[in-house]
């Protein structure tokens, strides 16, 4: 975002080297990707560079003062990393290499792959009209440039187009890509935000005409203030009840991790394990010193996080240099990541009313003479809640008919009976 506002601020001179500069920072130390998003940007600038000799020198200068500004952050993050691991890492490099140029039976598809509109759907049911007003951008201006009847000038229709490129830029490169997830699109939320305002703006500079050639003109000011205002509260009353069911269907276990450190207890001494709820473990910060997350068998057989060995060798802080045994870079699974139940203190699981139970994730929750609960909260039924409970807040009302209510399972942090 702050990339993008200092190639749009041209108020003082071109700003190149600063938007060179931010985009490297969220590459370099974030995601090396996430630079696709300054193309637009470089190619508007290329092209004015290239009216005469004069601004193509003052264009190489200010790409190399922000290339040079990425270089002293990469250096900073490779020495950052050679204190930790040791050995020369240059990480956005690796990010690049392993996703692009590592071959079939490694890189991103080989844990998953989604179709074509998947970014689509998601967009759709995060941003409702907005990501609609976001895709209708160009055509909607294009069509105001091409009817406006005041004068607008070539560098206003090109500036718009560059200011409106990235969005699409970004939502094309993702969509080609067989292995797609929610994340990947989250650079692109300011673009999108851009886009869906400028197609907002059109749209009711074009209502609000008072034009008597025109049918909108003889629409009442007070009716179209109504409409504008119904639509806006129907759009955000959409997204805050999106945001709400979210936040009360899936935060459970963020709210079950909290007994493990509000609890001051020496009872809650121990190792903390995790089943098939192991790609839902928020993280160690949610762990006391003394406690220890580990991993116990379930169906998934792809490569569970590995342990920073916690040894004391060497200076500084543990041996971040050490790899984990049985990491690879193809998902295999490594048995020597899981432990046996019997070590676990602890267990975090889930009990869905209708859900299987095999050899490897059986109902942890109702095995009481083995396990009490120490936190539990409900965790939705996505298998039995209907699309409107999935996908917005819905009361718990007794009015609401049952097929649109939403339909809870459990999700506890267990703790393992004393001789058990």
């Known amino acids: 975002m702050l990339g993008m506002a200092a190639f749009m601020d ?3 001179g071109l700003k190149t080297a600063q938007g ?14 996430a630079s696709a998003l300054a193309i637009p940007f470089l190619l508007e600038e290329t092209a004015l560079a290239l009216i005469d000799k004069i601004a193509f020198e003052q264009f190489i200068w200010r790409v190399l003062n922000g290339v040079t500004r990425c270089l002293i952050v990469l250096a900073l993050g490779v020495g950052v990393d050679l204190f ?7 990480v956005p490099f690796n990010i690049v290499k392993y996703n692009i140029f590592s071959g079939s039976s490694k890189g991103p598809n080989i844990f998953g792959t989604e179709p074509w509109h ?40 090109l500036r718009s187009l560059v200011f409106l490129s990235p969005f699409y830029l970004w939502l094309l490169i993702f969509t080609l890509q067989a292995h797609k997830e929610e994340r990947f ?9 851009l886009n869906a305002a400028i197609s907002l703006h059109f749209l009711l500079s074009s209502f ?11 629409i009442p000011p007070n009716l179209k203030l109504v409409v504008v205002g119904c639509f806006m509260t129907v759009t955000i009353t959409t997204g805050l009840l999106r945001t709400l069911g979210i936040m009360t269907a899936y935060s459970a276990p963020f709210e079950v991790h909290k007994a493990l450190v509000d609890t001051d207890t020496d ?16 993280s160690s910060y949610f762990l006391r010193g003394d406690q220890r997350a580990k991993f116990i068998k379930s169906t998934f057989d792809g490569l569970l996080p590995g342990e920073f060995s916690e040894a004391k060798t060497g200076f ?6 050490l790899i984990p045994s049985g990491m690879n870079d193809e998902n295999q699974e490594d048995v020597g990541k899981y432990i046996d139940i019997s070590h676990c203190s602890f267990l975090v699981d889930s009990y869905f009313p209708d859900s299987n139970t095999s050899k490897d994730e059986p109902h942890h929750i109702l095995n009481t003479d083995v396990w009490e609960k120490v936190s539990c909260t409900r965790f939705l039924d996505t298998a039995r809640t209907g699309l409107i409970g999935r996908t917005l807040w819905v009361p718990d009302w007794e009015l609401v008919p049952d097929s649109y209510r939403r339909k809870w399972g459990e999700y506890c942090l267990l703790r393992r009976r004393i001789g058990k």
């Open 208 to 218: 609000g005409s008072t034009d008597p050639r025109r049918f909108v003109g003889h």
């Open 118 to 157: 998947f970014y689509f759907r998601n967009l759709l049911l995060n941003f409702n009209i907005w990501f609609i007003l976001a895709l209708l951008a160009l055509p909607i201006t294009l069509l105001r440039f091409g009817f406006s009847q005041q004068v607008i000038s070539t560098q206003t229709r």
């Open 316 to 321: 500084g802080f543990w041996p971040t240099w």
């Open 10 to 12: 041209w108020r003082g």
């Open 267 to 282: 009872l809650m001494v121990g190792n903390i394990c995790y089943g098939k709820e192991w790609y839902r473990y928020p």
């Open 20 to 33: 060179i500069m931010w985009f490297g920072i969220g590459g370099i130390l974030g995601w090396p990707f």
């Open 84 to 90: 930790f691991y040791h050995s020369l890492v240059v």
């Open 185 to 193: 699109i989250y650079p692109a939320y300011p673009a999108l935000g």
